[in-house]
């Protein structure tokens, strides 16, 4: 089996099971290694499928099987008000996950006829929004943040803090926060089992730290 064959397949098996698989099984099932099976599903993540692991009973890596959505209409109104938004979030820099959200509104356009379209652009030149834009972030760490809260996995990163002292820390995203000028994130020190808040703009690096599912409890 050819790799894109082999990626589109585990893609469908995955979308296709109620609960998650683990990498030693996948590699079983397609006749792969499991080190295979980790380059294929950071392929798929890569592709933006939501693709998440879990622990205990019927645990294991899992595709959420709403990542292929059935046709939505929009009308020009709609439209207009999607893309306004989401244009404003990523001007003003709310947002980690900027990429994805640029991904989607192209696809909200595209999902429009000719007609509605040529409204869109006009409704849109009648909408300003003015504000104070966010600090600016790296956008290596912001694709790092975005997969590691999407997928629920614990990052490494370098931060610096207002006394400009380096650390690196294993932490887990608890959540997003965006005020005006500046994006946190409340993460939870894996080490320390402390919870704070830590300033994206202040963060110099950022890897996702892949764990593998635990074994299916009895």
């Given at each position: 089996?050819?790799?894109?064959?082999?990626?589109?397949?585990?893609?469908?098996?995955?979308?296709?099971?109620?609960?998650?698989?683990?990498?030693e099984?996948?590699?079983?099932?397609?006749n792969?290694?499991?080190?295979?099976?980790?380059?294929?599903?950071?392929?798929?993540?890569?592709?933006?499928?939501?693709?998440?692991a879990?622990?205990?009973?019927?645990?294991?890596?899992?595709?959420?099987?709403?990542y292929?959505?059935?046709?939505?209409?929009?009308?020009?109104?709609?439209?207009?008000l999607?893309?306004?938004?989401?244009?404003?979030?990523?001007?003003?820099?709310?947002?980690?996950?900027?990429?994805?959200?640029?991904?989607?509104?192209?696809?909200?356009?595209?999902?429009?006829?000719?007609?509605?379209?040529?409204?869109?652009?006009t409704?849109?030149?009648?909408?300003?929004?003015?504000g104070?834009?966010?600090?600016?972030?790296?956008?290596?760490?912001?694709?790092?943040?975005?997969?590691?809260?999407?997928?629920?996995?614990?990052i490494?990163?370098?931060?610096?803090?207002?006394?400009?002292?380096?650390?690196?820390r294993?932490?887990?995203?608890?959540?997003?926060?965006?005020?005006?000028?500046?994006?946190?994130?409340?993460?939870?020190?894996?080490?320390?089992?402390?919870?704070?808040?830590?300033?994206?703009?202040r963060?110099?690096?950022a890897?996702?730290?892949?764990?593998?599912?635990?074994p299916?409890?009895?």
């Amino acid at each position: 089996m050819r790799r894109t064959e082999r990626l589109f397949a585990l893609a469908e098996y995955l979308r296709g099971r109620r609960t998650g698989v683990t990498a030693e099984a996948l590699a079983e099932r397609f006749n792969v290694t499991v080190r295979t099976i980790y380059r294929d599903l950071d392929t798929l993540r890569d592709a933006s499928m939501p693709l998440s692991a879990e622990r205990g009973r019927g645990g294991g890596y899992a595709l959420d099987r709403s990542y292929s959505l059935p046709p939505v209409n929009f009308t020009a109104r709609e439209a207009a008000l999607i893309v306004a938004l989401g244009r404003f979030a990523i001007e003003m820099r709310l947002l980690p996950f900027t990429d994805t959200l640029d991904s989607g509104l192209d696809k909200v356009r595209a999902a429009l006829s000719t007609s509605a379209q040529r409204e869109l652009l006009t409704r849109l030149k009648e909408l300003t929004f003015q504000g104070v834009p966010g600090l600016p972030s790296k956008k290596a760490v912001r694709a790092a943040i975005e997969r590691a809260w999407f997928e629920q996995q614990p990052i490494r990163m370098t931060y610096v803090d207002g006394n400009f002292i380096e650390t690196t820390r294993d932490v887990r995203i608890e959540s997003v926060i965006m005020d005006r000028h500046e994006t946190r994130i409340d993460a939870t020190d894996l080490h320390a089992g402390e919870r704070r808040h830590f300033r994206l703009d202040r963060i110099e690096h950022a890897e996702v730290l892949r764990i593998q599912p635990g074994p299916a409890n009895d």
